[in-house]
């Protein structure tokens, strides 16, 4: 089964004053090349890290790596926008499935996207999702069968992924991962991030 991966890493941080969220560090490395690296090691088909605002400079962090980097001119429109030029890119890939992904949920890794995937193989659900704590939202990182597709090709605005699982639902299996709710949206939420990552090394040193 070969399952692409998207990134969604075109968004122009305007709550963050324009800083690029993607470049936000975690242990040294940028949020958008941890994920991309993150999706690199499941080998499970294409990545694809879709670039608009920024895009010369969060593309430095990416050159070296085997992803295919879109370019979104539109990606002021939304979510939609950028969903819609990953799945363009994918037009010409022979892909089973694909998940969505963003950049700035810190504590996405690798094994929840295999989870993610092992869960869909199992279950024969055409949508796997997150489940943001024990009363939240369903939502991304998200798998998707290919016959998505086309949903989301009709997609606009800031609409994403979340409209077609709450569509959906029948045909939606979930996995927790509460840490989901943690993005990165304004510098409160990165100094609220920074600040447990923070008191994470200082117990890791036993200081």
Not at 80 to 93: I, P, Y
Not at 162 to 188: H, V
Request: glycine share 8%; hydrophobic share 40%; net charge negative.
């Amino acid at each position: 089964m070969t399952i692409a991966t998207i990134i969604l890493a075109a968004g122009g941080s305007t709550r963050l004053g324009g800083e690029p969220k993607q470049l936000l560090t975690k242990d040294g490395t940028t949020l958008v090349r941890h994920m991309a690296e993150a999706a690199l090691s499941l080998q499970t088909g294409p990545v694809l890290v879709v670039l608009g605002a920024n895009q010369d400079r969060i593309l430095s962090e990416l050159t070296d790596l085997p992803v295919y980097i879109p370019i979104n001119p539109d990606w002021r429109e939304g979510l939609a926008s950028s969903l819609r030029v990953g799945l363009n890119r994918l037009c010409d890939e022979p892909v089973d499935a694909f998940l969505v992904v963003l950049t700035d949920q810190p504590y996405v890794t690798a094994e929840l996207l295999q989870q993610l995937i092992s869960t869909q193989q199992h279950t024969g659900r055409g949508i796997i999702a997150c489940r943001y704590g024990e009363f939240g939202h369903l939502g991304v990182p998200a798998l998707f069968d290919i016959r998505y597709r086309s949903e989301f090709m009709n997609l606009s605005g800031d609409t994403g992924a979340r409209k077609l699982i709450q569509q959906y639902a029948n045909d939606c299996t979930e996995i927790p991962f509460p840490l989901a709710a943690i993005d990165l949206d304004t510098w409160q939420d990165v100094d609220a991030w920074r600040g447990t990552q923070r008191i994470k090394h200082i117990d890791q040193d036993g200081e």
